[in-house]
C-alpha cells in the first residue's frame, strides 16, 4: 500500500508538474504573439500615417493640376483673342495702306497733268518766236516753272509726310519690347502709366522692406515689395 501510495504521488506529481510546463509555454507563446501583434500594429500604423501622406500629397497635385488646366484655358483664350486682334489689326493695316496709296495718287496725278501742261506751254512758246523772245513771256515762263518747282517740292513734302505716317501705323501695329520693364506691348496702346520698372542696379544684401538678399539701388526694395518704383511710357528701339 504504502508502495502504491509512492507511486502513485510520483504519478500525481509529473502531471502537475506537465501541466505546469504546458501553461509555462502557453504564457510564453501568448506573450510572444502579443509581441507580434503590437509590432504588427505599430507598422500598421505607421502605414495609415504613410498612406494619409500620399492621399494628401495627391490631392495637392490635383490642386495644381486643375490650376495649370485653368492656366491653359485662360492662355488658350488669350492666344485666341490675340489672334483676333491680329487678324483686325492687319485688316486695319490693309485699309491705311490703301488710304495712303490713293492720296498718294490723287495728289501726284494733278501735280503731274500742270507739270505736263507747263512743259506743252514752255515748247509751244519757245516754237512761236525764232528771234529774241520778249521779257513778260519769258517772265510768264519763269512763273510757271518757279509754281512748277514749288508744286513738286509740295509733292515731296506731302509724299515724306505720306511716309512717315505709314511708317507710324505699321509700327502701331507691331507688337515691341519694352527696353526697361522687358514686357511686350503695342505703341497705340502705350500710356503715360503703361511701364513700371526699377531704373537701379540689383546689389545682393539686404531689402530694407522685407531683408531679402537682392535689391534696387533706385528704391533699396526688391521685386517682391516693389513691382517698380518709376512709372512712365514704354520706351523701344
Not at 494619409?52 to 500629397?57: K, T, V, W, Y
Not at 501695329?173 to 520693364?181: S, Y
Not at 503695342?186 to 531683408?211: A, L, R, W
Request: hydrophobic share 30%; net charge negative.
Amino acid at each position: 500500500d504504502v508502495y502504491k501510495r509512492q507511486v502513485h504521488g510520483d504519478y500525481l506529481f509529473e502531471k502537475m508538474a506537465e501541466k505546469s510546463n504546458k501553461k509555462k509555454e502557453q504564457k510564453a507563446d501568448s506573450a510572444e504573439m502579443i509581441n507580434i501583434i503590437k509590432e504588427n500594429t505599430t507598422k500598421i500604423n505607421e502605414l495609415i500615417v504613410k498612406n494619409e501622406g500620399l492621399n494628401a500629397a495627391i490631392e495637392k497635385q490635383n490642386e495644381e493640376l486643375l490650376q495649370v488646366q485653368k492656366v491653359n484655358l485662360a492662355l488658350t483664350k488669350v492666344n485666341t483673342d490675340l489672334q483676333k486682334q491680329m487678324v483686325q489689326i492687319q485688316g486695319k493695316a490693309e485699309t491705311y495702306n490703301t488710304e495712303i496709296r490713293t492720296w498718294e495718287n490723287g495728289l501726284k496725278a494733278p501735280l503731274q497733268g500742270q507739270q505736263d501742261e507747263y512743259a506743252k506751254k514752255r515748247e509751244s512758246a519757245r516754237a512761236s518766236f525764232t528771234g529774241n523772245v520778249p521779257e513778260e513771256v519769258l517772265s510768264e515762263l519763269n512763273t510757271l516753272i518757279q509754281a512748277a518747282k514749288d508744286s513738286f517740292r509740295l509733292v515731296n513734302c506731302a509724299t515724306e509726310e505720306l511716309k512717315v505716317l505709314k511708317d507710324e501705323l505699321n509700327s502701331a501695329d507691331t507688337e515691341k519690347e519694352c527696353i526697361n520693364c522687358r514686357e511686350n506691348f503695342f505703341p497705340k496702346e502705350n500710356t503715360e502709366t503703361s511701364c513700371v520698372y526699377h531704373p537701379g542696379k540689383v546689389k545682393f544684401y539686404s531689402c530694407k522692406k522685407c531683408g531679402a538678399d537682392p535689391y534696387h539701388l533706385c528704391c533699396m526694395l526688391c521685386d517682391e515689395c516693389s513691382p517698380g518704383c518709376v512709372t512712365q511710357k514704354h520706351s523701344y528701339q
